[in-house]
């Protein structure tokens, strides 16, 4: 299942020694009694529960029902994710006009609009829906405040799957705003009459400006009962930004399209440390290592740890044999899977 993506531990030649760190994050030395330079991999990091829980609702679909399985738009931002499925028997569309009627459909774990869901049932297609958990909720509190009479306005970047199914709620009635600067533009026709949400995958930092700002230019807007930043972003940005405390280069494995690992080379650059997104071990240029002693490794929430290994077996041949991990943050939310594959992975294990 899952760890057919996921991959396993690659058996690499880089000595692995875990960091136990306690409260806190102690200096760590940059090369060891034999000169050899530091790779420090920090967790949490790569897939969340959502993640999993969407590339195991395509997994399941493709067993339960043959290939092929229709999925709209990429199922989470992961170039070496969507190939592997694809590989299965997966066919990935833009537009609900791709997929035959009645075949099987999956949305993606961003979520869709209304519209689409409609478009859906007029072809009669039979959905699946692995829309993260956390994004539904966004969902839900953008209902709540359309039938308030509130405009909306929602924090994140207008293209991204997620802003268009959330905006998609009460398209009338929501204003996307991106940064402070924009912020600081906006009108609204009753400044009295408010509402923000956030996509889930954004920086802490960035969002905590934004909400500030217009908490500052409206002080009756209203908000989520609860931080809409989901728990995985938040934990793997806090881990990156410890991990900046102990190295000079962070390399965040995801890929391009990846809005929450775009977010943690952001978070790694506002503290101080040099960062780069690589889409895998291919991407890594001896030139950027020059004389860097120490790497910081993580990945974002829809990279596989196979990924990882990679990276880290490559950096082992560049010289950095000596590999430790990190360990800052516990998780272990899971979400569950829809009725009718939660009852064939059932059915499936009795055999």
Known sequence: MLTQIQGQRANGQASREP??????????PRTNGNGQKLLMRVRPRGFCAGVVRAVDIVELALEAFGSPVYV????????YVVEQLRRRGAIFVETIREVPEGAVLVFSAHGVPPRVREEAQERRLKVIDATCPLVTKVHL???RF???????I???????????????EAPDRTVVVGTVEEADQLEVA?????AYLTQTTLSMYDTQEIVARLRQRFPTIAGPASDDICYATQNRQEAVEALAREVELILVVGSANSSNSNRLVEVAQRAGVRSRLIE???DIQAEWLGDTRSVGLTAGASAPEILVEQVSQKLASLGYTDQRDLDLINEDVRFTLPPELAAHREASARV
């Open 141 to 143: 509190e953008a209902l």
């Open 190 to 194: 009753d400044p009295t009459r408010l």
């Open 154 to 168: 929602l924090i994140g970047h207008r293209d991204h799957q997620e802003i268009v199914g959330t905006s998609g």
């Open 146 to 152: 359309a039938r308030e009479e509130r405009t909306l």
């Open 72 to 79: 709209h738009h990429e199922i989470v931002h992961n170039r």
């Open 19 to 28: 960091a136990n760190h306690g409260g806190g994050v102690p200096g760590i």
């Open 280 to 282: 895998d071990a291919n």
